[in-house]
């Protein structure tokens, strides 16, 4: 495991020396060159990219892409959360169902990361309960290479594919979409709670007297005429 460590670290000192070199020959000699950044905040120099439709999970170094792993991402009923989040915390060996390595988001609504799995056929699909799956063998290369505090950005629009209509939500919920059907009835007046993506019994009154007020089904579930009536779908 450390000659692999190894190789990786210095594969991308390497890229970042040719990345560095290469900028430094767009500017002008009067100017003294600036240091390398292989010094630098780790978790600056990396970022990982999610790309849910495609399945795909990109490390860039510098903001070059260095490596494209295969993943699996959350089914429709309970989607991978969009947005950019912070690796917050890794760790071995959780359960077999996780494979052999966690690297934990800072999600504010749920217990969300990128981990091994058990399951190697999800690979390729939309099966996770929101977490990235990653085969056993990728997730533990990455846990060698990407420090604690890396951005994680995982791309797509919050009420899912736009092709589809949005899920129905109720209290329970947790996600994104939550979140926004909270900010939007905040920022109409209704909810005086926590934005925090937790469908909980606050935001199920304030459905209901939104629904109320709006002559819908006084019910408290998030439906398509409620996503209409918040200015969400046209």
């Not at 692999?4 to 990345?19: G, N, P, Q, Y």
């Not at 990653?134 to 736009?162: A, C, Q, W, Y």
Request: aromatic share 8%.
């Amino acid at each position: 495991m450390r000659n692999l460590h190894d190789l990786l670290r210095r594969s991308i000192i390497v890229h970042i020396l040719i990345l560095t070199l290469t900028e430094g020959l767009t500017h002008s000699h009067a100017y003294a060159d600036p240091p390398l950044p292989i010094v630098a905040d780790q978790g600056r120099i990396y970022t990982i990219e999610i790309n849910p439709q495609r399945h795909q999970l990109v490390v860039r170094v510098q903001g070059q892409k260095f490596k494209t792993y295969p993943i699996a991402v959350g089914n429709p009923s309970t989607p991978t959360p969009v947005g950019e989040y912070q690796i917050v915390y890794k760790g071995k060996n959780w359960a077999p169902s996780f494979g052999p390595r966690w690297l934990g988001l800072n999600v504010p609504w749920g217990i969300y990361g990128i981990h091994g799995t058990n399951r190697p056929y999800s690979i390729g699909q939309h099966l996770s309960h929101g977490c990235i799956r990653m085969r056993n063998s990728d997730v533990i290369e990455l846990f060698e290479i990407i420090p604690l505090g890396t951005i994680v950005k995982i791309n797509g629009h919050v009420l899912g594919d736009p092709n589809h209509e949005p899920r129905t939500l109720a209290e329970g919920d947790v996600g994104g979409d939550v979140q926004l059907i909270q900010s939007r009835l905040k920022s109409a007046g209704y909810f005086k709670g926590i934005c925090n993506g937790k469908f909980r019994s606050d935001t199920t009154a304030t459905v209901k007297q939104f629904q109320r007020y709006h002559h819908l089904a006084s019910n408290g579930v998030v439906s398509v005429k409620v996503y209409h009536k918040l200015g969400l779908l046209e």
